[in-house]
C-alpha cells in the first residue's frame, strides 16, 4: 500500500492510496464465487451458476462494494500509518476500479486541531455566595400559591390582577385579530398597552387602544410598527389564592409526613385537658407548614448550588476559549447544526413543508455550535494534558441525584448503568466538571456576595457596564435586579 497525503487548507488534508492489484483481483474472484453458490437465476440450478455469467450480469456492482470495504480498511491503516486523526467521515473518490496498475482512491477529510493548553492561572473567574433567607421562602411560597389561583367569573369591571379574556382586532385596512386571547389586567404582556387599558372595562365592552406589535411577530412586515386596535372583553374573572393547608402542602406531596408525625404526638397526648388538645391542633397545622417549607428551602438550595456551579463553569469555559486561538473542523460543526435542526425543528423549520430556516437563526445557531465544539475539544486537551480520568464514585453520586426524585430510586440507578450511552452522557459531564475543578485550582476565583435572586437572575456574575462599582457603599445596592424578577425558579 502507497499512502501520500497533502494539506488542502486549514485543517483539510487529501490522502492519496493506491493498493496492488492482487488484493483487489483476489477479494473480488472470492465475492464472485460466493455470488455464484448463493444466487438464484432463471435457466440455472442453484449452485451451479458459471462465475463468468455472475461476472457478466453482477461484475460491476460486486466490484463497487470491494472497492468500497477496501477503502474503508486501507484507509483506517493509513490513518495508523501516518498518525492521523480524523474529525469527521471521510468523503472518497474511488478513480478507475478496472486499472490495471491497480486500485487507487483519494479520502478527504478534516483532522482534530493540535492544541497547546495555555496559562490557565490567566483565568478569572467570579463565584457567586449566597443563602435561601426565610425572605427568599416567603416569596417563593407567595408564587407557589399564586401558581394555584382558582378564578372565578365576576359581573363587575376589571381590577388590577383580573384575569381577562377578549379580543384584539387591528383596525383600518389591517387584518390582524386574536380571539380568546387571555391575561392579568394591569399586568405586563405580549402587546403594550393592552392589559392596562382592560383596567375598568366590563364584559361585551369594546375600547379602541393604540398598540405595537412585539418583535416577535412571525410576519416581519409587523413587527415594532404601531397601530389602532379593538379590544372586547369577553370575560372578567377574580382570582382566589388558596390557603396554606393540607390540601395545598399535598399538591406539592409534602405534608404527609408531618400529618403522620402531628398523629403520633395526638396519641402520645390522650388524656390531656381540652386546652392541650387545641394546642395539638395548632401544632399540627404548623408542622404541616413547616415541613412544606422545609422542603421549598431544600429544593430552593439545590436550584441555587446548581446555578452557582452553572455559573462558574460557564466562566471557566468561556475564558479558556478566550485564552486560545485555533482553528475548528467544519465538519463537527455541519454535525452539530444538524442535531440542532433535528431537535428544534420548530424553531428551525425543518419538519415537513416547513420554509427554510431563517438566515439570522442558523447564524446565531452556528456561532453556538462553533462555541461548544471550541469547548470540548479545550475540554479534551486539558484531559490529556493532566492524566484527568473519571471519578466513578462521583458518576455514582450524580446517577444517584438524578434518580432521587423517582418512586424507586435504586431501580433508576441500575437503568441508567445498564445503558451504555446514558451512563456515557453522565461520565462525560462529570469529566467535564473534573476539568472545571483543575482550572479554578490554578485559577484567580473571586468570590462575590450575593443574593438567591441576584444569583438565579446572573447579577454577580454579568459584565460590569463602565463605571460599575464604583463610588460610595451603597453602590451595590443600586446595581442589585429586582429580585421579584426571577422566573426561573
Not at 71 to 92: I, K, N, V
Not at 198 to 217: C, H, N, Q, V, Y
Not at 455 to 475: H, I, N
Request: with cysteine; hydrophobic share 35%.
Amino acid at each position: 500500500m502507497q499512502v501520500s497525503v497533502e494539506n488542502t487548507g486549514g485543517l483539510e488534508h487529501r490522502m492519496h492510496i493506491r493498493l496492488d492489484p492482487e488484493p483487489f483481483e483476489e477479494e473480488f474472484g472470492k465475492r464472485l464465487r460466493e455470488t455464484a453458490r448463493t444466487v438464484r437465476l432463471n435457466g440455472f440450478r442453484p449452485g451451479k451458476i458459471p462465475v463468468k455469467e455472475v461476472r457478466r450480469r453482477f461484475g460491476t456492482s460486486i466490484r463497487a462494494e470491494v472497492a468500497v470495504a477496501l477503502m474503508q480498511s486501507s484507509f483506517h491503516e493509513a490513518l495508523l500509518q501516518e498518525h492521523l486523526q480524523p474529525a469527521g467521515t471521510p468523503t472518497f473518490d474511488p478513480g478507475d476500479l478496472e486499472a490495471a496498475e491497480g486500485f487507487q482512491f483519494t479520502a478527504t477529510f478534516e483532522v482534530f486541531p493540535e492544541i497547546e493548553v495555555g496559562d490557565l492561572s490567566r483565568v478569572r473567574v467570579k463565584r457567586p455566595e449566597a443563602e435561601v433567607t426565610d425572605a427568599d421562602i416567603d416569596a417563593m411560597v407567595d408564587r407557589l400559591r399564586e401558581g394555584r389561583t382558582t378564578w372565578s367569573a365576576v359581573e363587575r369591571p376589571a381590577r388590577e390582577g383580573d384575569r381577562i379574556t377578549a379580543d384584539l382586532a387591528q383596525c383600518g385596512d389591517g387584518d390582524f385579530h386574536h380571539e380568546g386571547m387571555s391575561f392579568i389586567a394591569g399586568d405586563e404582556f405580549f402587546f403594550p398597552n393592552v392589559a392596562d387599558a382592560a383596567l375598568g372595562m366590563a364584559a361585551g365592552e369594546t375600547k379602541r387602544i393604540t398598540s405595537t406589535f412585539p418583535d416577535a411577530m412571525a410576519d416581519e412586515t409587523l413587527r415594532g410598527s404601531e397601530s389602532e386596535f379593538d379590544l372586547t372583553v369577553r370575560e372578567i374573572a377574580e382570582g382566589q389564592l388558596p390557603d396554606l393547608d393540607e390540601a395545598f402542602f399535598a399538591s406539592f406531596d409534602v405534608g404527609a409526613g408531618a400529618s403522620a408525625a402531628s398523629g403520633e404526638r395526638a396519641e402520645d397526648s390522650e388524656g390531656d385537658d381540652s386546652e392541650g388538645d387545641d394546642s395539638e391542633s395548632d401544632d399540627s397545622e404548623n408542622s404541616g407548614e413547616e415541613a412544606f417549607r422545609a422542603e421549598v428551602r431544600k429544593d430552593m438550595g439545590g436550584r441555587l448550588a446548581a446555578t452557582i456551579r452553572a455559573q462558574v463553569a460557564t466562566q471557566v469555559m468561556q475564558q479558556m476559549v478566550d485564552l486560545h486561538a485555533f482553528e475548528i473542523p467544519n465538519c463537527l460543526v455541519e454535525e452539530r447544526l444538524g442535531q440542532i435542526r433535528s431537535e428544534l425543528p420548530q424553531l428551525f423549520g425543518a419538519d415537513g413543508d416547513s420554509p427554510a430556516p431563517p438566515a439570522a437563526a442558523m447564524e446565531i445557531a452556528r456561532r453556538e455550535a462553533e462555541k461548544s465544539i471550541r469547548e470540548m475539544l479545550l475540554t479534551r486537551a486539558v484531559i490529556e494534558r493532566e492524566g484527568l480520568t473519571v471519578d466513578a464514585g462521583k458518576v455514582r453520586g450524580r446517577i444517584e441525584e438524578l434518580a432521587s426524585s423517582y418512586e424507586n430510586p435504586e431501580q433508576v440507578v441500575n437503568w441508567y448503568y445498564s445503558q451504555d450511552t446514558l451512563l456515557q452522557r453522565v461520565e462525560s459531564d462529570v469529566l467535564r466538571e473534573q476539568v472545571v475543578d483543575y482550572v479554578l485550582s490554578v485559577a484567580d476565583v473571586a468570590a462575590v456576595p450575593s443574593s438567591h435572586d441576584d444569583v438565579m437572575a446572573g447579577q454577580p456574575t454579568a459584565d460590569e457596564p463602565a463605571g460599575a462599582g464604583q463610588g460610595d457603599d451603597g453602590g451595590d445596592e443600586a446595581q442589585g435586579a429586582d429580585p421579584t424578577d426571577d422566573e426561573d425558579t
